[in-house]
């Protein structure tokens, strides 16, 4: 297994995931570029979401993936996030069906229920993968689709740069950050017993570098992942 501390070239504080999220909540949502994941949700040609019942949303945060799949005519969509703050603000935009404070890894939502479980920018958080795909493995019904957008191995290695945030005071925090290849996720989800349907790999592009020109350096490397996965039936 990687350990981010080997390539970390800003050595930031680092917090667990609640306490970064807790504090990053006010300005998360202005400060997390489409470009990373919804880019790359919208080049998905599977699954048919506007197709899709019900979906669990994983580390839903404020809730962003879910103003996207409403926006792709997702019907039902129940979130989960451990951060409380997260949540609030999730309750308070009203994107979900039904919110629950709980973790990725054993939900407590209703096995073989779903036919889309995603999780959008949360593998980076998970110490191990296989777990959350077991969970998703569980959720999911027969022929239903899980959707992982991924923090990029290769971004996080060559940067040295971990999910952060930049506190009112101007410090930058990290939050616990891992490193997981992208055959570690292959390996993962075909362990709990799903079949890759698709991938795709964002990269930084000319829309990334109007967003952030100092990262010329980083042209045409990949920075996000995003992996389609199907439970045959
Ligand atoms: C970068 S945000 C992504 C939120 C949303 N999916 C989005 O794309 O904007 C990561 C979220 O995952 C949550 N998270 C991280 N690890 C988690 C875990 N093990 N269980 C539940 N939520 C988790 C954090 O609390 C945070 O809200």
Same mark, same amino acid.
């Given at each position: ?8 070239? %800003?050595?930031? %504080?680092?917090?667990?995931?609640? #306490?970064? @999220? ?5 300005? @998360? ?35 962003? #993936?879910?103003? /996207? ?9 129940? *979130? ?10 999730? %309750?308070? &935009? *009203? ?9 990725v ?8 229920? @779903? ?15 296989r ?9 999911a ?9 991924a923090? +990029? ?12 945030? #930049? ?9 616990? #950050? ?13 362990g ?6 698709e991938?795709?790999? *964002?990269?930084?592009?000319?829309? /990334?570098?109007?967003?952030?020109? &100092?990262?010329? &350096?980083?042209?045409? +490397? ?6 389609? /996965?199907? &439970?045959?039936?």
């Amino acid at each position: 297994m990687l350990d981010f501390s080997d390539f970390d070239a %800003r050595g930031y %504080r680092t917090v667990d995931v609640a #306490t970064g @999220y807790g504090r990053w909540v006010g300005t @998360y949502e202005e400060t997390v570029e489409d470009a990373m994941d919804l880019a790359l949700l919208d080049e998905l040609t599977v699954p048919q979401w506007g197709g899709v019942r019900r979906a669990a949303d994983l580390g839903c945060g404020t809730g962003r #993936t879910a103003a /996207w799949l409403r926006q792709q005519g997702v019907g039902a969509i129940d *979130g989960v996030d451990l951060t409380p703050e997260m949540l609030e603000v999730a %309750r308070s &935009k *009203g994107r979900h069906d039904r919110l629950f404070e709980g973790d990725v890894r054993d939900t407590g939502l209703e096995a073989g229920a @779903y036919d889309l479980v995603i999780a959008s920018l949360i593998d980076e958080h998970l110490p191990e993968l296989r777990p959350f795909y077991d969970e998703a493995w569980k959720l999911a019904a027969p022929g239903a689709a899980c959707v992982v957008v991924a923090f +990029h191995p290769h971004f996080i290695m060559t940067s040295g740069m971990p999910t952060h945030f #930049t506190d009112e005071a101007g410090e930058h925090i990290a939050i616990s #950050t891992h490193v997981h290849l992208l055959s570690d996720h292959v390996t993962a989800g075909i362990g709990a017993g799903w079949r890759l349907a698709e991938m795709r790999e *964002g990269l930084i592009d000319e829309r /990334w570098l109007a967003l952030k020109p &100092k990262w010329e &350096k980083y042209r045409n +490397h990949p920075i996000s992942a995003a992996l389609v /996965w199907r &439970k045959d039936s």
